[in-house]
């Protein structure tokens, strides 16, 4: 039967057991709650699709013979930059979960007094001859700075979106450059063959004549020289055709396949409608969203440095075992950690935060003033180019071709001159390659100011409004 010394000694050891038990789970318990964090980031899984698109196996390639959709769909799905540029906001979705993490309870525990002559001694474990010690330290954060880290990590996984965003826009805008330059090196390359073939022809009509005394051996010369320098333009269009062919591998991630691509139609140019300068309020391009979300971090970011002086406490709970007969038993301790700002009250942290908000908040200024600027640039060079297209097209190109037309003509017929039908082929080249770059100067001129678009309504634009689209809001769990 147990005396009632002994009751009172175990009683308590039980409560200090039980007490210790009920501070760990006080401590620990809330850590585990989550919160549901909403977060206006662009959040996207590491290998997005174009919306309403199958996913591609980016390992299997194509046919060569491209059409735009599959290559936009491919850009946005296997272009190595969009790729690099989604894996980065894994990193920022893990700051979100850390920025909400509580800090850890600290457990000690250790023993003292242990005599190397008596030893541990008989007993229970609660009669040993060995003191031991056990303690809980429960830090607690004040001034707010979970929910500000938590606030500024959403903001900065925001940005991170929006730039992730932002570089399939640019990835899209290098896509059109170089469909409109490959189809503008098959297209350039056509007409080298046609007038070389065309010189040919008129080469071999004149070696006729000159067989029949119609011509002089130096008109012959004349046009065997333009011949030549036929061929070498054709050489040098193709060797362009070739660089372009590899420009449009590396985006698409097609380089085995590179020298047998083919562009299948001209670029889609956009009809003169998207116009119209928006204040910079209502602008939706993905680099002026990533502006702005990292300027509301940088605040944050201020905010959590000011939250630094106020004092954090730290919480501990302690039970002590001193063996009798020389000790007392069990104790209980509490004890509270106070920090003493007797060297710094965070003066530099928060200069720093704050030079770095004053920092987003300049550079978020110059981003909108400078693509405000670069959006009316780049409208007015549309009309222009635009302008020039249809003028060249309309009235100059139509005259050479017939002129050309009528000198070959009438030099089979013996009625020209071959110096005359040198001259209006070669008037016919000169037109039919600068309509050409001036149609190449729209299509660049296009894509580039649908590409800098600020209005609101860039994401019905179907090309460059795959960037605002393509990564809808999502929540983030912390805990």
């Keep these: 039967m147990m005396t009632p010394l002994v009751l009172v000694q175990a009683t308590v050891r039980i409560s200090a057991l039980a007490l210790m ?17 909403q977060s206006a980031a662009p959040l996207v899984s590491p290998t997005p699709a174009v919306t309403d698109a199958p996913l591609l196996d980016c390992a299997a390639l194509p046919r060569p013979d491209l059409d735009w959709p599959l290559a936009q769909q491919r850009l946005a799905q296997c272009n190595r930059d969009v790729r690099l540029a989604l894996q980065s906001l894994r990193a920022a979705q893990a700051d979100v979960q850390i920025a909400g993490q509580r800090p850890n309870p600290t457990l000690s525990t250790g023993v003292g007094q242990y005599s190397t002559t008596v030893g541990a001694g008989a007993g229970g474990p609660f009669d040993k001859q060995v003191d031991w010690l056990a303690r809980i330290d429960q830090p607690i954060e004040r001034g707010n700075k979970r929910d500000l880290r938590v606030q500024a990590a959403s903001q900065s996984l925001r940005a991170a979106g929006w730039s992730a965003a ?6 899209q805008l290098a896509l059109a ?7 503008g090196a098959q297209e350039k390359s056509r007409l080298q063959r046609e007038l070389t073939a065309l010189y040919r022809n008129t080469y071999d009509s004149a070696q006729r004549r000159l067989k029949a005394g119609d011509i002089a051996a130096s008109d012959v010369a004349r046009i065997d020289l333009d011949l030549q320098r036929a061929e070498t333009d054709r050489i040098a269009a193709n060797s362009e055709l070739i660089r372009a062919r590899f420009v449009m591998a590396s985006l698409l991630a097609m380089e085995p396949q590179a020298p047998q691509l083919k562009a299948a139609s001209p670029w889609p140019a956009s009809e003169p409608a998207i116009s119209t300068i928006v204040p910079l309020g209502e602008a939706e391009r993905p680099d002026l969203q990533a502006a702005r979300a990292q300027q509301a971090a940088a605040d944050s970011q201020a905010e959590l440095a000011r939250s630094l002086q106020t004092r954090d406490i730290s919480i501990g709970l302690q039970v002590d075992r001193f063996a009798p007969p020389t000790g007392f038993g069990t104790t209980l301790g509490a004890y509270v950690s106070i920090p003493l700002f007797t060297n710094h009250r965070y003066e530099g942290e928060l200069a720093r935060a ?9 550079a978020r200024a110059r981003l909108e003033q400078q693509a405000r600027a670069d959006q009316q640039r780049l409208l007015e060079a549309r009309l222009g180019a635009r302008l020039r297209r249809e003028r060249l097209e309309r009235e100059a190109l139509p005259v050479a071709e017939k002129v050309a037309a009528n000198a070959e003509l009438a030099y089979r017929k013996g009625a020209g001159t071959v110096l005359e039908l040198i001259d209006a082929l070669r008037q016919l080249r000169s037109l039919q390659l600068e309509a050409l770059a001036v149609r190449l100067d729209e299509d660049r001129a296009d894509a580039a100011a649908r590409a800098e678009m600020l209005t609101a309504t860039a994401a019905a634009d179907p090309i460059f409004g795959e960037s605002l689209r393509l990564l809808p809001p999502q929540t983030v769990s912390v805990k």
């Design 354 to 362: 704050e030079a770095d908000r004053d920092f987003a908040a300049a």
């Design 166 to 171: 932002d570089m399939l826009r640019q990835q």
């Design 177 to 183: 450059n170089a469909w409109i330059d490959l189809w």
């Design 21 to 37: 038990l009920l501070f760990a789970a006080a401590v620990l318990l809330p850590g585990q709650a989550t919160a549901q964090v």
